[in-house]
T-cell receptor
Framework: DAMVIQNPRYQVTQFGKPVTLSCSQT?????MYWYQQKSSQAPKLLFH???????NEADTPDNFQSRRPNTSFCFLDIRSPGLGDAAMYLC???????????FGSGTRLTVV | AQSVTQLDSQVPVFEEAPVELRCNYS??????LFWYVQYPNQGLQLLLK??????LVKGINGFEAEFNKSQTSFHLRKPSVHISDTAEYFC????????????FGKGTKLTVNP
């Protein structure tokens, strides 16, 4: 089945140690998003790719970066994770035209 | 810019009772409207969406929602809930055209009790 896959499902990292989360899709969607969701809160958009164009939200910390080497893959890099970065990170894709997002299952990041 | 208000943070109901989860939005441009469901430690799953046309939209798992342009509302309803409907529900809006970034409400926790 076509889908959005996030790896790993659970990630534990040390305070300050760089970590990379990955997302892949078989839907051939042109837009990909990374959201951060903290406990009992709505997802918050970090950035998105519209085709190859990268778009950073104004309030996304510099500590967060992203790469999209091709249509299928997208990575979220956290350069120096702090305790406040512990959250669920959600990847989503869509085709423009109101199709709605397809979300991956998320990666639960714990910072120790 | 768009914004979404979900008026109830928690809604407890008994099994087989009807439920309505309320959502209001604001936007200066035409929008698409969505409802998503999230089970614990899972991503979000699309329940239904309104793009245009008929204001009553039906989704998965017996849910439906009605778009009311004059009241800028998009309330979610189900006539008879099950224990398995216990989850977090998010209303979301995106502007038509462009990258269609989703703006989410804060969510409503639906708890279905036996």
């Amino acid at each position: 089945d076509a889908m959005v896959i996030q790896n790993p499902r659970y990630q534990v990292t040390q305070f300050g140690k760089p970590v990379t989360l990955s997302c892949s899709q078989t839907l051939n969607h042109n837009v990909m998003y990374w959201y951060q969701q903290k406990s009992s809160q709505a997802p918050k958009l970090l950035f998105h790719y519209y085709d190859k164009d990268f778009n950073n939200e104004a309030d996304t910390p510099d500590n967060f970066q992203s790469r999209r080497p091709n249509t299928s893959f997208c990575f979220l890099d956290i350069r120096s994770p702090g305790l406040g970065d512990a959250a669920m990170y959600l990847c989503a894709t869509t085709l423009t035209g109101g199709y709605g997002y397809t979300f991956g299952s998320g990666t639960r990041l714990t910072v120790v | 810019a768009q914004s979404v208000t979900q008026l109830d943070s928690q809604v407890p109901v008994f099994e087989e009772a009807p439920v309505e989860l309320r959502c209001n939005y604001s936007s200066s441009v035409s929008v698409y409207l969505f409802w998503y469901v999230q089970y614990p430690n899972q991503g979000l799953q699309l329940l239904l969406k309104y793009l245009s046309g008929s204001t009553l939209v039906k989704g998965i798992n017996g849910f439906e929602a009605e778009f009311n342009k004059s009241q800028t509302s998009f309330h979610l309803r189900k006539p008879s809930v099950h224990i398995s409907d216990t989850a977090e529900y998010f209303c979301a809006v995106s502007a038509q055209g462009g990258s269609e970034k989703l703006v989410f409400g804060k969510g409503t926790k639906l708890t279905v009790n036996p």
